[in-house]
């Protein structure tokens, strides 16, 4: 059964620096993986999709990459604003097309 | 493009009381997906859908919880009778039936059982 890990489960950084966000999986057959952010109390918003086949995505400060076969990802943050600060989940689809969660990471931006 | 729509917002109710949550997916999406949010850990699949039937509910507590998805759109959960261990955030998200693309989630329900 897959199992998705993050690492680390809470960061705190002061505001304008670069961070590193990090999911790992156990079984490198998946369809794609996607990051995802939510604020407290809220739903799930999707950050950025990588397919099996990529490498990395890109949108605005935030870059995602994909090493399927070591089953890692990570997502970078580049300048991070106090408006960053939220729970960040990775999650990747399986056959099937279930999804499996990470249990999170917890992100403050301190201004 | 409208997104998951998701009711209510919150819900308050006693142990042995009975539930229920509504899902209006985006429209065109064939998947159809609950979870389970518990404070402090990841997203749990309850069930999911593709069209009005049901591809898995492994994890799904049978004995209290059901679901259905009516003509293929919308999706109704429910709990009956809730345990005090049921509190938690549920989440409805939906996706185009091929597995290469993105889920999008609503704004969850939040239950309290007390």
């Known amino acids: 059964k897959q199992e998705v890990t993050q690492i680390p489960a809470a960061l705190s950084v002061p505001e304008g620096e670069n961070l590193v966000l990090n999911c790992s999986f156990t079984d490198s057959a998946i369809y794609n993986l996607q990051w995802f952010r939510q604020d407290p109390g809220k739903g799930l918003t999707s950050l950025l999709l990588i397919q099996s086949s990529q490498r990395e995505q890109t949108s605005g400060r935030l870059n995602a990459s994909l090493d399927k076969s070591s089953g890692r990802s990570t997502l970078y943050i580049a300048a991070s604003q106090p408006g960053d600060s939220a729970t960040y989940l990775c999650a990747v689809r399986a056959p099937g097309n279930q999804f499996y969660f990470g249990t999170g990471t917890s992100l403050t931006v301190i201004p | 493009e409208a997104g998951v729509a998701q009711s209510p917002r919150y819900k308050i109710i006693e142990k042995r009381q009975s539930v229920a949550f509504w899902c209006n997916p985006i429209s065109g999406h064939a998947t159809l997906y609950w979870y389970q949010q518990i404070l402090g850990q990841g997203p749990k699949l309850l069930i999911q859908?593709?069209?009005?039937?049901?591809?898995?509910d492994s994890q799904l507590p049978k004995d209290r919880f059901s679901a259905e998805r009516l003509k293929g759109v919308d999706s109704t959960l429910k709990i009956q009778p809730a345990k005090l261990e049921d509190s938690a955030v549920y989440l409805c998200?939906?996706?185009?039936?091929?597995?290469?693309?993105?889920?999008?989630f609503g704004q969850g329900t939040r239950l309290t059982v007390v």
């Open positions: 998200a939906s996706s185009l039936s091929v597995t290469r693309n993105e889920a999008f």
């Open positions: 859908f593709q069209n009005n039937g049901v591809v898995d």
